[in-house]
């Protein structure tokens, strides 16, 4: 039997380190990213330390549980099982090991073997600054992006239409974007990061410093007392979302146990979302178990001026969070408005128990009001607001609960969330969610796990199953039932739904991987057919089948293919449907400092509502999930050059036919041809 163990241990190992690094990471962030179903994300901070773990894997003799809870690839419950493990057995002597940890699967062996390693050696857990500058790297980033066609936002026109038009662009279609770092594993990292986008201008008119956005921080963990300092730009996380969260959250996805958030409290800010982040300084200190958490925060916002009342007051109507510059009205909203946040954390932790309670102010300069309609009356309107929330997590034998309740002190409206994660054996987790957040909750930075897009407005229970019936053979799956108590855009009353997803998985060797995915969405909206007097609600039912198969031919090549049906049920509008097939070729070398990946896909679909989201490789760093929808084509090659270890140069070339159209887009960004060729060229220096 234990010849047999360490048989299949040492296989599994195999089979991953066979894998490049950038296989690996990819697979991961295609994981998270495709469950997203935006074509906006970032996932800077998650790829950043999965190249970090790679590279320097985490000795599990050693690790802290914060530690292992940032790599988002362990429940609590099989974290608590490694910690207990080794207090009760002491360090472990070989990976191989960790195969007798109760609650650890072999598919959670597999994902996590890259990024962990067992060691006698303990790491040094508080790093000097000294030694940090000294052993540290640097890194620079130089991109280049654009679209080949001429859109007609970027006509040339008079000055004189230009001053006096919103239609058209101050800048050229290009994207250029910087980045300057200096890092000593995780526990140090000062840089600058700029960025220019589509249509801003460069140099002159509203941006003569060069880049329309810079961010610049500096950030250290690693003190005993003084556990981490942020200056500059930061994120904070605080509990499950619900009273603040900046940043990319994640909630349904296919891995039905990591549902559960792991707060990491203070984060450096690396990105280029020019509205989830704070500005300031933000400190954390510790003494044995607790830790205080404090920050503030002061920068300007994009918003609309609805009236002025003096000289020094005016009233807003929106606030603008996609940080574009383009035309007059964007340049007149650029940094309208002040914010200012302030907060702060307390938080217990221990092996197995953990309790925070915080307290968060987010205040404007000037006076919030937008116009009152049915659904959104309850909204925030004001200066400023408060949020008050408690937050806690607590591992008992193979139960993880967990859960936060949050109050809105402008508002007097609570939002809370509980939930459990379970799991009977290595064969069997579950997880339930419970949560129901009032329709006057009024926060702005949070991400609670939710249907909507916001954290108000919503009640509902969701449970997942996660089945190991074989080494090879898994099914995820998950049911939630939801209901909006009050009115959203496009649905003129309370509305309710639900959401079903199974999908099973087969790995029969590492050469071959294939899963099959069945989910069912239901909601209710607005009928397409209203007279203008009573708006109907009706049934917006969407079934999406995918089939997947990875296959490894060589030790350089893999095959990767994917079909995927979706159909869209309304009775104004009747039955559509849609469907998209991908192949994509991934040559790998180990012997050469090249890889390429390649893709052709079809797709053809009856309208924008039957839309399906396709994670595509890219750039390190460029994170794309485009949307196919109408009738045609997709091409695109990605060639990664690793010039003598010191530098990586990038440049992918893609191209987009349309069989149906004669013009792709509309207004400025309508393109007059059935043709979209994208460019994106990167150039990293590693010293």
């Known amino acids: 039997m234990t010849r047999a163990i360490l048989f299949v241990c040492f296989f599994m190992s195999f089979t991953v380190f066979g894998q490049g690094k950038n296989d690996i990471i990819q697979q991961r962030i295609e994981f998270i990213s495709e469950q997203l179903e935006t074509e906006e994300i970032d996932l800077t901070n998650l790829v950043e330390l999965l190249n970090y773990c790679f590279d320097h894997p985490l000795n599990l003799n050693s690790a802290t549980k914060e530690e292992l809870?940032?790599?988002?690839?362990?429940?609590?419950?099989?974290?608590?099982?490694?910690l207990l493990h080794r207090k009760l057995f002491g360090k472990f002597i070989s990976i191989y090991e960790i195969q007798v940890l109760k609650f650890w699967d072999m598919e959670t062996i597999y994902r996590l073997l890259p990024f962990v390693r067992v060691d006698d050696k303990l790491d040094q857990l508080h790093v000097g600054v000294k030694e940090a500058l000294k052993q540290g790297k640097f890194e620079a980033f130089f991109r280049y992006q654009s679209t080949l066609e001429s859109k007609s936002g970027y006509e040339k026109v008079p000055d004189s239409v230009l001053a006096n038009s919103n239609s058209y662009y101050y800048g050229n279609d290009d994207r250029y974007?910087?980045?300057?770092?200096?890092?000593?594993?995780?526990?140090?990292?000062?840089?600058?990061?700029?960025?220019?986008?589509?249509?801003?201008?460069?140099?002159?008119?509203?941006?003569?410093?060069?880049?329309?956005?810079?961010?610049?921080?500096?950030?250290?963990?690693?003190?005993?007392y003084l556990k981490a300092i942020a200056l500059g730009d930061?994120?904070?996380?605080?509990?499950?979302?619900?009273?603040?969260?900046?940043?990319?959250?994640?909630?349904?996805?296919?891995?039905?146990?990591?549902v559960k958030k792991s707060a990491n409290?203070?984060?450096p800010y690396t990105s280029v979302d020019e509205s989830r982040f704070l500005r300031g300084a933000a400190v954390e200190f510790g003494l044995g178990d607790f830790s205080l958490l404090t920050f503030g925060s002061m920068k300007g916002v994009d918003a609309s001026i609805a009236d002025t009342i003096s000289d020094a007051e005016f009233v807003i109507s929106s606030i603008n969070l996609n940080g574009l510059h383009r035309t007059n009205s964007e340049i007149e909203k650029k940094r309208a408005l002040g914010e200012r946040v302030l907060g702060g954390n307390l938080r217990y932790t221990?092996?197995?128990?953990?309790?925070?309670?915080?307290?968060?102010?987010?205040?404007?300069?000037?006076?919030?009001?937008?116009?009152?309609?049915?659904?959104?009356?309850?909204?925030?309107?004001?200066?400023?607001?408060?949020?008050?929330?408690a937050d806690y997590s607590w591992v008992v034998k193979n139960f993880n609960f967990f859960g936060e309740v949050s109050n809105s002190l402008h508002s007097k409206a609570f939002a809370q969330l509980h939930g459990v994660l379970f799991s009977l054996d290595k064969r069997a987790s579950m997880s339930i969610i419970y949560r129901n957040y009032s329709r006057a909750y009024q926060t702005f930075y949070n991400a609670g796990f939710a249907e909507?897009?916001?954290?108000?407005?919503?009640?509902?229970?969701?449970?997942?199953?996660?089945?190991?019936?074989?080494?090879f053979f898994t099914i995820n799956g998950y049911a939630d039932v939801f209901s909006f108590p009050w009115l959203k855009f496009q649905a003129d009353a309370p509305t309710k739904g639900h959401e079903l997803m199974i999908q099973p998985s087969y790995r029969p060797n590492r050469e071959l991987m294939v899963y099959a995915r069945f989910r069912e969405q239901v909601k209710e909206k607005n009928s397409r057919n209203s007279d203008g007097t009573i708006t109907e609600l009706e049934d917006v039912k969407q079934r999406n089948y995918r089939l997947n198969l990875s296959y490894k031919i060589s030790e350089n090549f893999r095959l990767k293919s994917r079909v995927e049906y979706v159909t869209v049920d309304r009775?104004?509008?009747?039955?559509?449907?849609?469907?998209?097939?991908?192949?994509?070729?991934?040559?790998?070398?180990?012997?050469?400092?090249?890889?390429?990946?390649?893709?052709?896909?079809?797709?053809?679909?009856?309208?924008?509502?039957?839309?399906?989201?396709?994670?595509?490789?890219?750039a390190l760093y460029v994170f794309s999930s485009p949307s196919y929808y109408y009738q045609g084509s997709r091409a695109y090659a990605l060639v990664r050059w690793n010039i003598l270890r010191k530098a990586d140069l990038w440049v992918r070339y893609g191209v987009s036919l349309f069989s149906n159209r004669s013009s792709i887009g509309s207004g400025a960004e309508e393109i007059n041809g059935p043709s979209k060729t994208d460019l994106?060229?990167?150039?990293?220096?590693?010293?």
């Open 265 to 267: 409290p203070i984060r």
């Open 350 to 389: 221990s092996r197995a128990f953990q309790m925070g309670i915080a307290a968060v102010y987010q205040g404007y300069t000037q006076a919030f009001i937008r116009d009152t309609l049915p659904y959104n009356q309850f909204d925030f309107r004001g200066k400023s607001t408060m949020g008050l929330s």
């Open 452 to 471: 909507g897009s916001t954290t108000k407005n919503e009640k509902g229970i969701y449970s997942g199953l996660k089945l190991n019936l074989s080494r």
């Open 571 to 618: 009775l104004s509008v009747g039955k559509e449907d849609g469907f998209i097939m991908t192949q994509d070729v991934l040559y790998n070398p180990k012997s050469f400092p090249v890889d390429i990946s390649l893709r052709y896909a079809l797709f053809h679909t009856d309208s924008y509502d039957t839309r399906i989201y396709t994670y595509e490789n890219n």
């Open 177 to 224: 974007y910087s980045r300057l770092r200096f890092s000593y594993r995780t526990n140090l990292s000062v840089g600058i990061t700029a960025e220019k986008d589509p249509g801003e201008q460069f140099f002159r008119g509203a941006q003569k410093n060069g880049f329309d956005f810079y961010s610049a921080h500096a950030f250290y963990k690693g003190g005993k």
């Open 69 to 82: 809870q940032e790599l988002l690839l362990l429940t609590d419950v099989q974290i608590n099982d490694l």
């Open 680 to 687: 994106t060229v990167q150039l990293r220096i590693k010293l």
């Open 234 to 258: 930061y994120q904070i996380q605080i509990g499950q979302g619900l009273n603040f969260w900046s940043g990319y959250a994640f909630g349904k996805t296919a891995d039905v146990t990591n």
